[in-house]
Each structure stands twice: as structure tokens, then as C-alpha cells.
């Protein structure tokens, strides 16, 4: 079996990992120009991502993702405030689940890493066709083809193959989006940090439907296992910084705002984070211009069919069929649950238990039943960006965030939620 994989994110080197490991070849195609030429700040790693990543892995190659990830006290509990930073409420994180905590772009690099020539940079995938024999041709934009016997899109929102297939988008623009950035931990910087970060990330909102997520990214003071085990393969700890997420409606932002530079994205946050705390603001004003970027939110329906075409040779996964804002933090561990059911019923083929057509109906069938709940889960968030727009959501912001915040300090909490 050959399978080829448009797309070298999460799912798609899971994906590829897990064939390799199981005997089959596989060529992987991205358009960027290398593996560490991506964006993106920290993923979320759920147990169940983890557990694929254990099996999937060999068990050294598993210890440089823990090597690479923030230490277990880096992610406690998720915090909710409000824009003073004022708590409104926390949900611990159980102690014994395992979850990690990572930068994408050493998730990445470790993904690929001993994939050696089956990854091809600098592809931009075009078409494919398919043929009587049962096996399936991808062009590519410089002249290049590729015939497997699979085609897997795992080229992310936007994706030319889920879009193919489907005969339309797979997903629609959420209605918010986001400016992202990172700020680098000094002495001075990291005096600025609000204490309720100490257990882990919180996500803030405020007045005019204004959002932001926030965390402190430290492997450096410590991660999940040693570094200096991790001697197979080299663990890639990057170093500190508070990572910063605005949420805003669409309408909020200047017209064109991908056309601005970092330090023109770092003055919109301003100016819409305008009466938050000090702190935060000082922190997003010393963000690294470079890391700073606008990002448009999609979302696939979860109500509706996510892949609404006939099983046969080509599919897709993660977020080129269920695309999901970042809000939940759920889309990379979605994305290689993914690769772990596709691998699984693949391998049914290989042992001669099944066919191509049906292991991709068998898959598209089983992501079904947990991928439209992550992206149900990754939308509420966006519920309250958009309940407090406008005149009337500012005015009940106003009066009420600060009254749900006294009412956790006086240890009343908030019905149905745990307080810290």
C-alpha cells in the first residue's frame, strides 16, 4: 500500500508515522518550504491524543514529546476572567489524566522526525484524479505527479482535496477572529504575568465582545521528563513566553487586517483591549513583532454531514473536514484521534480483512461520532464574544464580569462551575 498525505501538520505526520511503523509507504506534501517553516504558538495535547502518539511512536521517540513539553504543573486548571484579570471561574485539570502541553513547531519538527525522503517541502498540491484500476494520481503545482493507492488531505482549513471531494468549502468563517503573538520572559516582563496563570492558561473576556486567551509557555524551567534523557531522539525545548490570543468580532477590526505587520496587529490588540488590565497591555505592547499574526476563524457545521461524499480512495482529516476555531484547543488532538482511526482500519487492509473504500468508510463513519462535539465545544467560546457585542453586551459586561468576580473571591462561586 502507498498512501500519499497532502499536508505535513499533525494528523497528516501522525498519519504518515503510524503507516510507516505498520509496513506500508508513504509520501507526505506540504507547501511550506520547510519543516520548521510554520506558525502557531502551543498546543493542547488531550489523554487521547497522547495515548495514539504513545502507541504510534517508538517509546524514545514518544520521550522527546514529553522532553519538549511543559512540566504537568504548567496545566492545573483552566481559568476564566475577567478583563482586570479578576478570576470568574476555574476548572481543575485531573491530576491523573495525561495531557501535554507543547509548541507546535517542535510538535512538528518531532512529528517528522526519521521520516526522512517520504516528506516533500515545497509541493503545492493542485488535483488528483482517479482510475479504473483503483488507485489515485495528485498534480502539483510545479509539474510533478504521484500515484498511491490512498489519498489522505490533511491540508487544513481551506483544503483543495476535502474541497474536491465535497464540491464546495468544508468550512465558513466563524464570525470572530484573532491576533496572536508572543512575548518573550525576561526579569521585566515576567513581573508583568497575572497571578492567575501560575496553574495554567485562562481565557478573558471583557466589554464590546472583546476576548483573549493567555499562558505562560516555560519548558525551559522544566519539562515533562529531562531533556538530557531524551538521547535517540533530541527533545526541542523552546524558551519562555507569556503567549497572548485576541478574540474579537470580524467587524471589529480595521479593514485588510492581514495586511498589517506585527507591530500594526500589536497596536489594533491595543486599542480594542482599551480599560484592560495594565499588565496585559504592557505585555502585548513588548510582543515579538515577528510572531505576531491575524488569524480568520473557521468552522465546519457539526450538524451537518463532514464528509459528504462517497467512500472510495481519497479523504481527508483534522481540520480539512471538521474545521474548529482554536478557542477549545481541541483541533490538533482531533486531528491525530484522526490519523489513529484511519491507520487502524488501514491496517485491516493490509491484512486482508478489508478494502480501501471500505476502511475509509469505516473511518469517515467512526470520526464522525467525535469530531462534531470537539467542534461544538470549540464554538461556545465564540458565544460569549458575541453576547457581549454591541452597546447592550458592554453595558451588561460591565456590571456584570466584576460581580461574578467578587462573588468567586467570596467563595459563592457560580452555579454549575468549580471555583479555584
Known amino acids: 500500500m502507498k498512501a500519499l498525505i497532502i499536508g505535513a501538520g499533525m494528523g497528516g505526520l501522525t498519519l504518515a508515522q503510524a503507516l510507516r511503523r505498520d509496513g506500508a509507504e508513504v509520501a507526505v506534501y506540504d507547501r511550506d518550504p520547510a519543516v520548521e517553516a510554520t506558525g502557531g504558538y502551543r498546543l493542547h495535547l488531550d489523554d487521547r491524543a497522547c495515548a495514539v502518539l504513545r502507541r504510534r511512536l517508538a517509546p524514545a521517540h514518544y520521550q522527546a514529546l514529553l522532553g519538549s513539553s511543559a512540566g504537568r504543573g504548567a496545566f492545573r486548571r483552566f481559568a476564566i476572567a475577567d478583563h482586570r484579570m479578576r478570576l470568574l471561574f476555574a476548572e481543575p485539570r485531573d491530576p491523573g489524566t495525561e495531557s501535554l502541553m507543547v509548541g507546535r513547531i517542535p510538535l512538528r519538527r518531532l512529528l517528522a522526525y526519521g521520516l526522512g525522503d517520504a516528506l516533500r517541502f515545497g509541493a503545492e498540491f493542485t488535483g488528483h484524479e482517479t482510475h479504473p484500476d483503483g488507485t489515485v494520481t495528485a498534480h502539483f503545482a510545479d509539474g510533478r505527479t504521484d500515484r498511491g ?33 508572543r512575548t518573550p520572559l525576561d526579569a521585566r516582563t515576567r513581573a508583568l504575568v497575572p497571578s492567575l496563570l501560575a496553574q495554567g492558561p485562562a481565557l478573558a ?37 507569556f503567549i497572548w490570543g485576541l478574540l474579537a468580532p470580524d467587524r471589529a477590526y480595521p479593514d485588510r487586517p492581514r495586511d498589517l505587520d506585527g507591530a500594526g496587529l500589536i497596536r489594533v490588540t491595543e486599542a480594542l483591549t482599551e480599560g484592560w488590565s495594565g499588565h496585559v497591555r504592557a505585555l502585548v505592547r513588548a510582543g515579538d513583532p515577528a510572531t505576531v499574526a491575524h488569524f480568520r476563524f473557521h468552522a465546519a457545521d457539526p450538524a451537518a454531514d463532514l464528509t459528504p461524499w462517497p467512500a472510495g480512495v481519497v479523504t481527508a482529516l483534522g481540520d480539512a473536514v471538521h474545521a474548529m476555531p482554536p478557542t477549545g484547543g481541541m483541533a490538533a488532538a482531533t486531528a491525530i484521534r484522526d490519523a489513529d482511526v484511519l491507520a487502524d482500519e488501514l491496517a485491516r487492509v493490509r491484512a486482508g480483512e478489508s478494502t480501501i473504500p471500505m476502511a475509509v468508510h469505516r473511518y469517515q463513519v467512526r470520526m464522525a461520532t467525535y469530531a462534531a462535539d470537539a467542534v461544538r465545544a470549540s464554538l461556545q467560546p465564540l458565544t460569549w464574544v458575541n453576547r457581549l457585542n454591541g452597546p447592550v453586551g458592554t453595558r451588561v459586561a460591565r456590571v456584570t464580569l466584576p460581580a461574578l468576580a467578587a462573588a468567586t473571591r467570596l467563595g459563592r462561586g457560580i452555579t454549575g462551575a468549580r471555583v479555584a
Open 205 to 241: 473576556f471583557g466589554p464590546g465582545g472583546i476576548g483573549m486567551f493567555i499562558a505562560v509557555h516555560d519548558p525551559a524551567a522544566g519539562t515533562v521528563v529531562d531533556p538530557a534523557t531524551c538521547t535517540e531522539v533530541p527533545a526541542v525545548v523552546e524558551p519562555p513566553t
Open 149 to 181: 493507492d490512498l489519498l489522505v488531505g490533511a491540508d487544513g482549513v481551506g483544503s483543495r482535496v476535502a474541497a474536491a471531494l465535497a464540491g464546495r468549502p468544508t468550512s465558513a468563517p466563524a464570525g470572530v477572529s484573532g491576533i496572536a503573538g
